[in-house]
Each structure stands twice: as structure tokens, then as C-alpha cells.
């Protein structure tokens, strides 16, 4: 007599067989996982350094391999079950082509880590196409080499995919147990990574990260944001994000948070007439943004070494910031929180391109007090809506390399493209264009490009030979000199730059309107292709303020960032110059702090990138993500566990984001009535 098979048995048995078939196909996915993650490792290692305690950062990076796998299998299987069941084959194929897939996007993540020793993330939605054309243009496209080892490796995850994995041995109930796993990972929400968090470098906590889960997860974040439950109209709100109570820093009085969330009145106090004699005319201003200035490779003290034997020599007769910060981890911050104070809204505020909301900023407000305002950049100054910020604060001139006239040179091009003009042609074009017989005071603000990857410069062997010379002077021996050769083109670009601003200071003592020139010096981020120490060595930048006009040097040691500058020149201008200004203003800083001393009285978001905003300080405390940080008197840092600091550093940083958020929505910056007595002048 004949049995029948009943529906249910088949249906069933195909289930399982499904099952096995997608197990040892992702037993392959893992070993090349973990090949990837053996590549990078030696990769990095031979192109940059070797960890301590590599046996650590092995563990870690295969762990955070193992739950990269496990989190990710359940969405492949139930798609591949479905397909399984309609066409065996059909289902095998489309199973490898997408581990190809997902393989070749680990190692392009994995080449972009290596190359700025930062895992990329949701930041990469943050740039418009033609940003990314031209940052990929700057490191150097594709090489013939690249394109052979990229066929290489796909023809070998193919066979890997097609002719091992049916040679696997896969128990049923193991196959069966696999998704149960994923589910049960997902359903708990592990974290994007796992790491213990202490390794000594910042490089060695970054190595770890699964570069694809990294990715993934920031951008499903991106796409599918949680909401904010934090209401910032409750009773328990408090008025200044960050302030305890228990200390000196200055609370905000905001107006009318429902509709303008930052504005408050002015409050910043004058904090630079005491290092200052007064001179009968408002002085002139010239702020030069340096591209990847740390003070990691900066001055004396800097823990890499001091790279910058002018900046330093500089420092000593100025007053010199040691501990302060920038408000970004890339160049798309910089103008925004040093010229204007302005919140990140979501991709940074210059990502509002026209939509800009109105708003002040040291540019318009001095513009409307009689100077002659003026920018000047070796690029192009589109890249990152720069230019659409200075025309919206009404900026007189705005030189780039379109500006530039016949016989200065550009940066090198060793694979067809230049950021454009070098430091020292910048600079040279500032002096001939600016007249130091002007009738009116002047602003200025100068943004270098030569220290920015690929670190192509002019007179190379030059100033690699210079890179050796301070080497040997800094004291270094054989071994130490070796894993500095690894970035001797960085350090190439940081002496030239140094050598850059020489000249540019040599030049300007010889003009007449020297002795009533004020100067800020600062980096716009640390330059993050240097393996950094910590999390907050990606914004610890240097601020010297130089000028003929000082009565004093001070080394100050209290913190504060670029969110501080603008308000404190404000302030200093209106004390001895009467300048006019608005009674409320929106600045996120509360102004600079002087004091010798160690300390922080600020508490400021810092953006990552365009897409994280995840970094807080305040006072003697830093919080990344949901790791808490607390500051030593050289802002270093070391990770601590207190849940009661964290949750307080939380909540003020929610509250931040609340009004950050109500920017993004619609709110404005300031009332149109300020805005139009202030900056009645529409930008060019």
C-alpha cells in the first residue's frame, strides 16, 4: 500500500533542508568575515601600527565580527527560506551574489578606515554628490593595481561561496538553531559594537569596530531615527542645558523657546580688555583656520611631539588656548560655530544650503559696524555651502581658487586632482589684496587646505627632509622614527604649513597696519589620520590669539571651544570700541574662559561628523555615545563608570538636541525684525 506524503511533512522538510543549505553558505559569510577583519588587522598594522595588546584587539574584532553575523542572519534567512521554497537554486544564487555584495562593501569600509582611521557612518548621506566626488578625487581614485586585486577577490568569494559550502557538514538542529540566535540578538539589541572601551588609543578602539555593523546600523538610525521622549516645555526643564547649580557658568535666559529656542540676551562679559591696550581705531581682525591643526603635534607640550616650531614660538607671546576644542570633527563646523555660534541643525548647518535659517554673526554684525569683511580659501569655497553662509552674512569679498590670478601655484595633483592653492600662494594672495591703507577696519578670515589628504604638497623632499631633521631634534630614536615614517607626508604637510604661516607673519609685521591687527589662530578639527589617543583628542585643536597690541602673554588652561570665540570678540569690541550689537543674541557660547588654571564652566554638544551628534562635555566630564569620559588637566581622558554623571550629562544633552531638533523643524534663529537692522545688506 502506498503512503502519501501529507503537505505539512513536505512543506516541513523543506523548511529544514532550507535551513541547512542557508547555514553553510553563512558558515562561508563568517570565514570571510573573519579573513576580511585578518586583513585589515595586518593591514592597518604594516600601513599604520600595530596595537598593544594586539592579542586584545584580535578578540575584540572577531567578537564584534561574530555579532555583526548573528545580528544580520535573520533578515537574509527569512528571504532566502521563501525563495527556497520556490527555486532551490535560484535562492543559492541570490544568497552569494548578496554575501559578495556585503563583502566587497566591508573591504571598501575597511580601505576608507585605513585611509582616515575613521569608521565610516551615516556622515556619508551628510555630503552632496559632488563633495564626494571631490573627497574621493583627493584620495586618489582607483588604481590599475586596485581594480586587479577587487577581480581577484570576487572571483575567489564566488568559488568560496559555490564549491566549499556544499562540502560543509551542517546538523539540522544546528541549521534550525541559527536564525532562533539572530532573532534572540536582535530582539535584545545589542549594541552596533562591543568593545571593553579602555584599549590606550583611540586607533585600537576604532580598529575593533566591525566596519560594516558600524555602517549598517548608523544608517538604519539615520533612515529610521528613535524619537526624543524628552519634552522640553515640562516643569523639570531647566533653562540652560548642562547647568547644574553647582558652579560658575553662566545661564541662559531664554525668551521665547517655543519659537526662537536659542535666543537669550547677551550675556557674554568682556574677558580680553584686561590683556589688551587700547588703541584710538577698532582694530582689525584677521582669523586663520587651519586645516587639521591638533595640539596633539602642536607646541611643546603636545604628546605626539611639537611639530610646529613657529605656532610655538608664536604661542609664547600670545594668549594661548591649551585646552580648547573644536565644535566639529570635519571642516563643516568651523565657520558656523566660530563665526556665528549657530547650533548643527541635522547635517551641520551649512548642510542647509538655502535654507539657512536667519540669523547674526561676527561677520554681519561687524559689517555693520563699518568693517570691510573678506574670506579667502585656497579651494573651491562652494564645498560644504561655505559659500552660500558668507553671502547670507553679507561678506564683501569672497576669494577662492576661481579668484586667484595667473602665477601662483596650486597644490600638486599626483592623481589628477588638487585641493588648489598651496598655504604659502594663500597667504601671499591675502597680502597683495588687502590694503594696509584702508580707511575702515577689516575682518578677515582665511581657511588653509594644504594639511588635508592626500598631504600633497609643494617642496616635498624639502620638508620631508625638514620631517627627519625635527625628528632627530625631538629626540625620537630608531624604532620611534620608523612609526612616525608611517605618516611622514602628514607631518611634511604640518612643517610646511608652519613654514607657511612664517612667512605670512614676517610679511604682515612690515605693513602699516600691523600694530592694530588682531590674530586667531586655530585648527578647525584634528587631523584624525594620526592614530588619536581618545575620543576627545578628535576636536583638542590649539586658539592663540597674537597680537602687537597685547600687554601681556597668558597660557590658559581652562577649557573652551569655538562656540566661545565670537561672543568674547563682541564683547571686547563693544567694551572699548563701542560697537553695536543686539541685546539678544543666539550664541550657543557663553564666551571665552581665561583662567590659568584647569577647568570647564562650558557645556557643549561637539558633532562628530554630519550625521553624529555624540559627544557632550561638561565641566570635567565627556560623553560619547553612552560611554562617559572624564577630563585630566591636559584634556586627556580615561573612561569611568558612574550612571548617576552619565544620566545628568544625558539629560542635558537631550535637552540640547530638543532645540537643536526645532531648528531642523522650522523654528527660527532669531526675530526677522533683529535680523534686518543688523544685517540689512543682502549678501553678493
Known amino acids: 500500500m502506498e503512503h502519501k506524503t ?47 595588546s594586539f592579542s ?50 566591508q573591504l571598501c569600509l575597511v580601505t576608507y578606515f585605513t585611509t582616515s582611521l575613521l569608521p565610516l557612518g551615516a556622515d556619508l548621506y551628510g555630503y552632496s554628490i559632488t563633495d564626494i566626488k571631490q573627497t574621493i578625487g583627493a584620495s586618489g581614485g582607483i588604481s590599475f593595481i586596485e581594480i586587479i586585486a577587487f577581480i581577484v577577490l570576487l572571483c575567489s568569494l564566488i568559488s568560496a561561496l559555490w564549491f566549499l559550502a556544499p562540502r560543509i557538514r551542517v546538523k539540522r538542529y544546528f541549521a534550525i538553531s541559527l ?187 561687524l559689517k555693520y559696524n563699518g568693517y570691510h569683511t573678506s574670506f579667502y580659501y585656497g579651494g573651491d569655497s562652494k564645498f560644504d555651502n561655505m559659500k552660500t553662509f558668507l553671502q547670507k552674512n553679507a561678506t564683501d569679498e569672497i576669494n577662492d581658487e576661481k579668484s586667484f590670478p595667473a602665477g601662483y601655484v596650486r597644490l600638486p595633483a599626483p592623481n589628477g586632482f588638487s585641493w588648489g592653492y598651496n598655504d604659502k600662494e594663500l597667504f601671499r594672495h591675502y597680502l597683495l589684496t588687502r590694503d594696509e591703507k584702508a580707511t575702515v577696519p577689516q575682518l578677515s578670515v582665511v581657511l ?34 620608523n612609526e612616525y615614517r608611517n605618516y611622514k607626508l602628514q607631518y611634511a604637510s604640518i612643517l610646511y604649513l608652519d613654514d607657511a604661516l612664517r612667512g605670512f607673519f614676517n610679511a604682515y609685521s612690515k605693513r602699516s597696519d600691523y600694530n592694530n591687527t588682531i590674530f586667531l589662530i586655530t585648527g578647525d578639527h584634528r587631523m584624525p589620520e594620526i592614530p588619536m589617543s581618545d575620543k576627545i583628542d578628535r576636536y583638542h585643536v590649539p586658539l592663540i590669539v597674537f597680537s602687537p597690541m597685547l600687554k601681556r602673554a597668558s597660557q590658559i588652561s581652562s577649557v573652551s571651544t569655538h562656540f566661545d570665540i565670537s561672543p568674547s570678540l563682541l564683547a571686547y569690541l563693544h567694551h572699548n570700541y563701542k560697537t553695536k550689537g543686539p541685546s539678544l543674541v543666539s550664541w550657543i557660547g557663553q564666551g571665552l574662559d581665561t583662567n590659568r588654571n584647569f577647568e570647564n564652566l562650558h557645556n557643549y554638544p561637539l558633532m562628530q561628523t554630519k550625521t553624529d551628534i555624540i559627544d557632550f562635555i561638561s565641566g570635567e566630564y565627556h560623553l560619547n555615545g553612552d560611554n562617559l569620559f572624564k577630563l585630566n588637566a591636559e584634556l586627556g581622558e580615561d573612561p569611568i563608570h558612574d550612571d548617576d554623571k552619565a544620566n545628568q550629562l544625558k539629560n542635558a544633552f537631550d535637552q540640547f538636541k530638543k532645540r537643536n531638533n526645532m531648528v531642523i523643524t522650522g523654528n527660527f534663529i532669531i526675530p526677522d525684525s533683529i535680523h534686518q537692522h543688523y544685517n540689512p545688506v543682502k549678501g553678493k
Not at 527560506?81 to 556585503?102: D, E, G, N, P
Not at 566596519?211 to 521622549?229: L, M, V
Request: glycine share 6%; with cysteine; aromatic share 16%.
Open 179 to 365: 536564525p532562533a540566535i539572530s532573532l534572540l540578538v536582535v530582539m535584545i539589541g545589542l549594541p552596533a559594537f562591543s568593545n571593553p572601551g579602555n584599549f590606550k588609543s583611540d586607533f585600537a578602539n576604532n580598529l575593533v569596530i566591525n566596519k560594516s555593523d558600524h555602517f549598517w546600523t548608523a544608517s538604519y538610525k539615520h533612515f529610521f531615527p528613535g524619537q526624543d521622549d524628552i519634552d522640553i516645555y515640562a516643569d523639570s526643564y531647566i533653562s540652560d542645558y548642562g547647568n547644574s547649580g553647582k558652579d560658575k557658568s553662566v545661564v541662559f535666559k531664554y525668551t521665547d523657546p517655543q519659537h526662537y529656542p536659542f535666543l537669550h540676551s547677551d550675556s557674554a562679559a568682556d574677558v580680553l580688555s584686561p590683556f589688551f591696550k587700547s588703541n584710538p581705531t577698532p582694530p582689525n581682525i584677521v582669523i586663520v583656520l587651519v586645516e587639521g591643526l591638533g595640539r596633539a603635534f602642536t607646541n611643546e607640550d603636545g604628546y605626539l611631539g611639537n611639530f610646529t616650531p613657529f605656532i610655538d614660538s608664536l604661542s609664547g607671546k600670545s594668549l594661548y588656548w591649551k585646552n580648547f576644542l573644536s565644535e566639529g570633527g570635519r571642516t563643516f563646523a568651523v565657520l558656523p560655530s566660530i563665526l556665528g555660534s549657530l547650533p548643527f541643525a541635522k547635517n551641520g548647518f551649512l548642510e542647509l544650503g538655502d535654507g539657512m535659517p536667519t540669523h547674526l554673526s561676527l561677520l554681519s554684525l
Open 448 to 481: 588653509t587646505v594644504s594639511t588635508h589628504n592626500p598631504f600633497a604638497i609643494n617642496e616635498e623632499d624639502k620638508y620631508l627632509q625638514q620631517f627627519e631633521q625635527r625628528m632627530t631634534k625631538l629626540g625620537f630614536n630608531d624604532a620611534k622614527k
Open 6 to 52: 501529507s503537505p505539512e511533512k513536505t512543506i516541513s522538510a523543506k523548511f529544514t533542508q532550507a535551513a541547512i543549505s542557508f547555514a553553510r553558505l553563512s558558515i562561508v559569510w563568517l570565514l570571510i568575515i573573519f579573513l576580511l577583519s585578518v586583513f585589515e588587522l595586518s593591514y592597518n598594522g604594516v600601513v599604520h601600527e600595530f596595537p598593544k
Open 56 to 105: 586584545g584587539v584580535i578578540f575584540w574584532s572577531f567578537f564584534n565580527d561574530l555579532l555583526f553575523w548573528c545580528k544580520w542572519l535573520i533578515y537574509p534567512f527569512v528571504i532566502y527560506t521563501v525563495l527556497y521554497l520556490f527555486s532551490q537554486k535560484f535562492a543559492r544564487v541570490a544568497y552569494c551574489v548578496f554575501i559578495v555584495v556585503i563583502a566587497i562593501i
